[in-house]
Nanobody, 122 residues
Framework: QVQLAESGGGLVQAGGSLRLSCAASGRTFSRYDMGWFRQASGKEREFVAAIVRSGGTTYYADSVKARFSMSRNNAKNTVYLQMNSLKPEDTAVYYC???????????????WGQGTQVTVSS
């Protein structure tokens, strides 16, 4: 079992930056691939980014590539999502997820956090 808790969301102007954090419970954090998804009001949950267990490989949605950067610190059981050059269309609830298996862009991961709201004003 893994419990996830996101933090760092908030209100920011377009062009600004935010860094989201996701703290995981348990001693097996390094066994899980980690991901970030987001869900805008009235839309389906969509893939944002993922990072493999070692932190050696990351994946990004085309819409955030070159603006967002995901990293992890296995010693602190934490993953991060650095979001730069934010746009109003990035407004959504952002969810942290964990998966023990192959990384997938489908929102079918094993464990989920409660989410943190990110609002980008124009």
């Amino acid at each position: 079992q893994v419990q996830l808790a996101e933090s760092g969301g908030g209100l920011v102007q377009a062009g600004g930056s935010l860094r989201l954090s996701c703290a995981a419970s348990g001693r097996t954090f390094s066994r899980y691939d980690m991901g970030w998804f987001r869900q805008a009001s009235g839309k389906e949950r969509e893939f944002v980014a993922a990072i493999v267990r070692s932190g050696g490989t990351t994946y990004y949605a085309d819409s955030v590539k070159a603006r967002f950067s995901m990293s992890r610190n296995n010693a602190k059981n934490t993953v991060y999502l650095q979001m730069n050059s934010l746009k109003p269309e990035d407004t959504a609830v952002y969810y942290c997820a964990a998966r023990n298996g192959i990384v997938t862009r489908s929102p079918t991961w094993d464990y989920w956090g409660q989410g943190t709201q990110v609002t980008v004003s124009s």
